[in-house]
């Protein structure tokens, strides 16, 4: 495990998971939501952000969290391992709800500075619709990897999935 890549719907866990990857296997950590924004909310120029991500992959150890459909290509050529955290809906908004109101108006640690933590409607209708929208796409994008494919499916298998690092 050298290249890790954690993929998963919003308020999965991605960026607790990868922290914790890092922390145990000794890896680079790499938050792609702090490479990703500007301060204010601001999205980078698309040709900009891809020519980042392809460099960001280009190393030689990471473990890196997010999803970026528009970047995964670059990111599963180099990556050896995908932990692909497949969360029911409801969870993952009562996370996300949960994290909002934890850290309302605050920066959070994976988060590019001048992000404040907020909750838009678009943002939690995104989430509602992300496995109906974006898994098949997942599923394709994974089909021909040729490495390995940990998919997670509750928390409890978060943790023995960790332990089993250790």
Same mark, same amino acid.
């Given at each position: 495990m050298e290249r890790v890549l954690v993929l998963g719907a919003p308020g999965s866990g991605k960026s607790t @998971?990868?922290?914790?990857?890092?922390?145990?296997?000794? @890896?680079?950590?790499?938050?792609?939501?702090?490479?990703?924004?500007?301060?204010?909310?601001v999205e980078p120029?698309?040709?900009?952000?891809?020519?980042?991500?392809?460099? @960001?992959?280009?190393?030689?150890?990471?473990?890196?969290?997010?999803?970026?459909?528009?970047?995964l290509a670059p990111r599963l050529a180099r990556a050896d391992t995908i932990v692909w955290l497949d969360f029911p809906t409801w969870l993952c908004l009562a996370r996300i709800a949960g994290r909002a109101l934890r850290h309302?108006?605050?920066?959070?640690?994976?988060?590019?500075q001048g992000c404040p933590e907020r909750l838009e409607w678009e943002f939690f209708a995104y989430t509602a619709t992300f496995r109906r929208r974006?898994?098949?796409?997942?599923?394709?994008?994974?089909?021909?990897?040729?490495?390995?494919?940990?998919? @997670?499916?509750?928390?409890?298998?978060?943790?023995?999935?960790?332990?089993?690092?250790?």
């Open positions: @998971l990868a922290t914790a990857i890092a922390r145990q296997a000794g @890896l680079p950590l790499v938050h792609l939501d702090q490479h990703y924004w500007r301060p204010g909310w120029d698309p040709a900009e952000w891809l020519h980042h991500v392809e460099k @960001l992959a280009a190393g030689e150890r990471w473990a890196m969290d997010g999803n970026y459909g528009g970047t309302h108006g605050r920066v959070r640690a994976d988060m590019a974006a898994r098949r796409r997942i599923v394709e994008h994974l089909r021909d990897f040729p490495g390995t494919i940990v998919q @997670l499916r509750r928390p409890r298998e978060v943790a023995r999935f960790l332990a089993g690092l250790a």
